[in-house]
T-cell receptor, first 112, second 115 residues
Framework: AQKVTQAQTEISVVEKEDVTLDCVYETRDTTYYLFWYKQPPSGELVFLIRRNSFDEQNEISGRYSWNFQKSTSSFNFTITASQVVDSAVYFCALSEANMLTFGGGTRLMVKP | DAGITQSPRHKVTETGTPVTLRCHQTENHRYMYWYRQDPGHGLRLIHY???????DKGEVSDGYSVSRSKTEDFLLTLESATSSQTSVYFCAISVGGGREGHEQYFGPGTRLTVT
């Protein structure tokens, strides 16, 4: 069975700090996909990134970056120079046969 | 915007009553999903559908049934609501035509309270 663990339930930072959200996964599949979603206080779920298991290159999108390490089964998400608008719950997810398994989420609070 | 709507958006119901939640999509996606979100559990899959009249169970399917008579509509029914089914329910679609590993896009959610 697949499993996704987000050990940090809540993180609080001050604006402009960098912050890393951890995600560790378990799967027996050799081909799999990993995702990050953002859930702002308004409640909707926003897709951020999808990464397949054969692509271990780090990805950067503006202030967001993702570090995928197959050796440690981790797919961590870093926000550089955090802003108040980054305050949200962030979910990591793993795909198996068209179904997603989600981690429990990390609530990020960015204070001005 | 993946063109997903959910109705109702909020509902309060009493224990033992039947409840049906509706998910509607406008883009003809084959795969549709129902999740529930509870504190500390992230989102958990209830049921999913891979076509008209084709459905399967997810991780937390007990107490729920689904139906898909048209591509655009996926219904979730609680036959006899219980307090443990108080939750936020999200519908989702998968892009990619059924190939594995494609991202899912979510509807706005339905907050259900069972008293």
């Amino acid at each position: 069975a697949q499993k996704v663990t987000q050990a940090q339930t809540e993180i609080s930072v001050v604006e402009k700090e960098d912050v890393t959200l951890d995600c560790v996964y378990e799967t027996r599949d050799t081909t799999y996909y990993l995702f990050w979603y953002k859930q702002p206080p308004s409640g909707e779920l926003v897709f951020l990134i999808r990464r397949n298991s054969f692509d271990e290159q780090n990805e950067i999108s503006g202030r967001y970056s993702w570090n995928f390490q197959k050796s440690t089964s981790s797919f961590n998400f870093t926000i550089t120079a955090s802003q108040v608008v980054d305050s949200a719950v962030y979910f990591c997810a793993l795909s198996e046969a068209n179904m997603l398994t989600f981690g429990g989420g990390t609530r990020l609070m960015v204070k001005p | 915007d993946a063109g997903i709507t959910q109705s109702p958006r909020h509902k309060v119901t009493e224990t033992g009553t039947p409840v049906t939640l509706r998910c509607h999509q406008t883009e003809n996606h084959r795969y549709m999903y129902w999740y529930r979100q509870d504190p500390g559990h992230g989102l958990r899959l209830i049921h999913y559908s891979y076509g008209v009249k084709d459905t399967d169970k997810g991780e937390v399917s007990d107490g729920y049934s689904v139906s898909r008579s048209k591509t655009e509509d996926f219904l979730l029914t609680l036959e006899s609501a219980t307090s443990s089914q108080t939750s936020v329910y999200f519908c989702a679609i998968s892009v990619g035509g059924g190939r594995e590993g494609h991202e899912q896009y979510f509807g706005p959610g339905t907050r259900l309270t069972v008293t």
